[in-house]
């Protein structure tokens, strides 16, 4: 069965591996993507000189950012649990209307 894992070992060290495990699953099962329009024309002052930017970002809100484009090329998408995805987004349109308004 493909959602069955076995652990085999000391039982303490076993019963500590089986919470680990349990606990990413958790964490993956309350993982949502969501995607907010951010013009395409910002993109690379959000991203920053070799990522420094998006990447202080994502470690910030514990989230992953893709600027993926889509149909209009102004789409972004995060990924991660719901409370910090609404965060960034909020976030991250700000930061936009800021760059827009200097």
């Known amino acids: 069965d493909q959602d069955v894992i ?6 303490t060290a076993a ?6 495990i349990m606990k990413i699953v958790s964490e993956l099962e309350e ?15 959000l991203i920053g000189q070799r990522g420094k930017n ?3 970002i994502m470690d910030k809100f514990s989230v992953d950012i893709k600027f993926t484009g889509g149909e209009t090329g ?4 995060l990924e991660g649990n719901e409370e910090n995805v609404d965060e960034c987004k909020e976030h991250l349109v700000e930061l936009a ?4 308004s200097v």
């Open 15 to 20: 019963a500590a591996a089986r919470d680990s």
């Open 97 to 100: 209307e800021e760059m827009v």
């Open 6 to 11: 076995t652990i085999v070992g000391y039982e």
């Open 31 to 45: 993982r949502i993507t969501d995607t907010v329009e951010i013009d395409s024309r910002l993109h690379a002052r």
């Open 74 to 77: 102004n789409e972004v998408t």
């Open 54 to 56: 998006i990447r202080k």
